[in-house]
Nanobody, 126 residues
Framework: QVQLVESGGRLVQAGGSLRLSCAAS????????ITWFRQAPGKDRDFVAG????????YYAESAKGRFSISRDSAKNTVYLDVNSLKPEDTAAYSC???????????????????WGQGTQVTVSS
C-alpha cells in the first residue's frame, strides 16, 4: 500500500505562484509513477504533470507546459508541483496519484492509478 498526502493549496492572487507537495509513504519502493491531476467544479479530472518514480522523467499536459514544473525529493519521498503565473482558470482541487508495479500504463489517464491523495484546493482570485 502507498499513502499520499497533498499540501500547499491556498487562496492566491492571479499572477502569483505556489508549490504543491505530495508526500508518499508506505511501500514507496513499489511506485511506478506519481502524477498530478486537477478537477475544477463541474468539470472532468484533468492530467497536469507526472513523473516516473524510478528515473525521474517528467511529463506534462500541453496546457501545463511553461507554467507548471514537477520535481521530486527522493530522500523525502515527496513530489512537488510548482505553478507560476497563476490564472483564475487554475482554480481546482489538485490531487496526486500513484501506481505500482513495472508495466506501462498511460500516465495521463486517471484509471492508471490505484492510490490517490485527498486533494488540496487551489483558488486563484482575479
Amino acid at each position: 500500500q502507498v499513502q499520499l498526502v497533498e499540501s500547499g493549496g491556498r487562496l492566491v492572487q492571479a499572477g502569483g505562484s505556489l508549490r504543491l507537495s505530495c508526500a508518499a509513504s508506505g511501500r514507496t519502493s513499489d511506485i511506478y509513477a506519481i502524477t498530478w491531476f486537477r478537477q475544477a467544479p463541474g468539470k472532468d479530472r484533468d492530467f497536469v504533470a507526472g513523473m516516473s518514480w524510478r528515473d525521474g522523467n517528467a511529463y506534462y499536459a500541453e496546457s501545463a507546459k511553461g507554467r507548471f514544473s514537477i520535481s521530486r525529493d527522493s530522500a523525502k519521498n515527496t513530489v512537488y508541483l510548482d505553478v507560476n503565473s497563476l490564472k483564475p482558470e487554475d482554480t481546482a482541487a489538485y490531487s496526486c496519484a500513484a501506481n505500482s508495479g513495472s508495466h506501462y500504463r498511460p500516465i495521463s489517464v486517471p484509471n492508471s492509478y490505484e492510490y490517490w491523495g485527498q486533494g488540496t484546493q487551489v483558488t486563484v482570485s482575479s
